[in-house]
């Protein structure tokens, strides 16, 4: 089976950096995917990766260790912008196409 | 390029009754999957549409069900509506296997 776990909730300040973690467990890996979640709105796409180390994008970098079953998503430079939940999903090559979601983090950004 | 749209953005039924949504994915894109979001489960796939054929399937009852148009365009049915079924349906859009990109939502409340 699949299971995608990511801490509940998490809290920073503005021009802070916060990481958010994401651990799955999956019968065949095919992707990891991040997305960022406005409260009352549609997912928006971050970042993919496929293969072990960072993808930087701008102010967002996201990892991932397929050995380990990890990835993190870093958040550089916070801004009050970026209060959203973050959705961490793996795409399992046993359920096809489908992306598997964890419940996702909530981050909250204060001045 | 216009983004993905869905049809209606919000919508009221009773128990017993039954839904169609519908969702138009961006141009050029052939793979069309559905999602339905609660707070208490996340998101959870439903289904995902490939060139008129249903490539894949979540683990929902048989009252969901979908189709695709040689348009692309896609609609989900929910027949015999239960209160569970309160939730933010999500569609999107992909080349084939990559990655997705939702439209806006319908949040459908049953009452």
């Known amino acids: 089976g699949q299971n995608i776990d990511q801490p509940t909730e998490m809290t920073a300040t503005e021009g802070a950096i916060v990481q958010i973690n994401c651990t799955y467990q999956?019968?065949?890996?095919?992707?990891l995917f991040w997305y960022q979640q406005h409260a009352g709105e549609a997912p928006t796409f971050l970042s993919y990766?496929?293969?072990?180390g960072l993808e930087e994008k701008g102010r967002f970098s996201s990892f991932l260790s397929r050995s380990k079953g990890y990835s993190y998503l870093l958040l550089k430079e916070l801004q009050m912008k970026d209060s959203a939940s973050y959705l961490c999903?793996?795409?399992?090559?046993?359920?096809?196409?489908?992306?598997?979601f964890g419940k996702g983090t909530t981050l909250s950004v204060s001045s | 390029k216009a983004g993905v749209t869905q049809t209606p953005r919000y919508l009221i039924k009773t128990r017993g009754q039954q839904v169609t949504l519908s969702c138009s994915p961006i141009?050029?894109?052939?793979?069309v999957s559905w999602y339905q979001q609660t707070p208490g489960q996340g998101l959870q796939f439903l289904f995902e549409?490939?060139?008129?054929?249903?490539?894949n399937k979540g683990n929902f009852p048989g009252r969901f069900s979908g189709r695709q148009f040689s348009n692309s365009r896609s609609e989900m049915n929910v027949s015999t509506l239960e209160l569970g079924d309160s939730a933010l349906y999500l569609c999107?859009?992909?080349?084939?296997?990559?990655?997705?990109?939702f439209g806006p939502g319908t949040r459908l409340l049953v009452l």
């Open positions: 999107a859009s992909g080349v084939g296997g990559e990655t997705q990109y």
């Open positions: 999956t019968s065949g890996f095919n992707g």
């Open positions: 990766n496929v293969l072990d």
């Open positions: 999903a793996v795409r399992d090559a046993q359920a096809g196409t489908a992306l598997i």
């Open positions: 141009s050029g894109h052939r793979s």
């Open positions: 549409y490939f060139s008129e054929t249903q490539r």
